[in-house]
């Protein structure tokens, strides 16, 4: 199967400008999992919560979801893509998932970074895994984690116990360390990751935050199987076969995940 990942420059606030530019790339990308950023249609850096709220919609039944069904439908990809969801009275930083036949799920952001803690609530769910299909039928698992999740090692493990092939990471990273732990966190889990970054300086009003880019899809064998530049809008694509994820050992004598010591962990 392909995997693509679209690394984007979208504008604070400018969510149908932001869709618009998205579309060519969704369009071309030519894969059976298409990777958007986190928050690619609103914007990153809020002035303020009132802002955010501005700027959120319900998941499924939002114009980004939407849109995101309409591009899954044309093109035959499941894809993945940020967005500022409203639940109530709660913003969360989400994630959904969205295959040819329809929205399957959310993933609501669990571990929220610098000032997205003034604006959302984090994920109470976990660490989800859908089964999903590629263009020609043939099922993989796919999880979904959100940028800063990376820091903490358990998100990804999490959905690797849980059985994930692949780990879809819509991402919105400043810090510059992510790209270079991906392929341990590939390895370590023995699953396909695929980071959609963003590029572009985003101003809140008193300060600003750069965006590092580098997109990339790594394999369980920690390679960077495609990998963007820190700067520029771009598309990566890796074809990767989700069987070499399924097989956990790590050589005769040792299993990624079976020789696990969790008696000897503390939580
Ligand atoms: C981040 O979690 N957007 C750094």
């Known amino acids: 199967m392909t995997i693509s990942c679209i690394q984007t420059h ?11 530019g998205a579309e060519e790339a969704v369009l071309g990308a030519d894969a059976d999992l298409v990777v958007l950023p986190e928050l690619f249609a609103s914007g990153y850096f809020f002035e303020s919560t009132e802002q955010a709220r501005q700027l959120a919609e319900p998941a499924p ?6 849109r995101l069904h309409a591009w899954a439908r044309a093109t035959g990809a499941t894809l993945v893509a940020g967005l500022v969801e409203r639940a109530g009275d709660e913003l969360f930083n989400s994630a959904v998932v ?50 800063f999740d990376w820091f ?5 493990r999490t959905l690797a116990l849980n059985g994930a092939d692949v780990i879809a990471h819509p991402s919105n990273l ?7 732990a991906m392929p341990t966190r590939a390895l370590e889990n023995g699953v396909f990751t695929a980071t959609a ?7 809140n009003g008193d300060e600003s935050l750069t965006f590092v880019g580098q997109s990339r899809i790594c394999s369980p064998r920690a390679e960077v199987l495609a990998e963007a530049t820190a700067v520029d809008p771009m598309t990566i ?18 299993d990624r995940l079976g020789d696990r010591r969790p008696d000897l962990y503390t939580a």
Do not use: I
Not at 237 to 254: I, S
């Open 10 to 20: 979208p504008t604070l606030g400018e969510t149908e400008d932001n869709l618009d």
């Open 61 to 66: 039944d939002g114009p980004t979801t939407r």
């Open 98 to 147: 969205v295959a040819p036949n329809g929205w399957l799920g959310t993933y609501r952001k669990t571990h929220l970074y610098y000032q997205e803690t003034l604006h959302f609530s984090p994920g109470r769910d976990g660490f989800q895994v859908w089964t999903v299909t590629d263009r020609r039928r043939r099922p993989y698992r796919l999880g979904v984690m959100v940028c």
């Open 152 to 156: 903490f090692p358990e998100s990804a």
């Open 174 to 180: 400043v810090l510059p360390h992510c790209p270079a």
């Open 197 to 203: 970054n963003r590029v572009g300086t985003e101003s």
């Open 237 to 254: 694509r890796a074809e990767v076969d989700p069987h070499q994820a399924r097989d956990r050992a790590l050589n005769l004598y040792n």
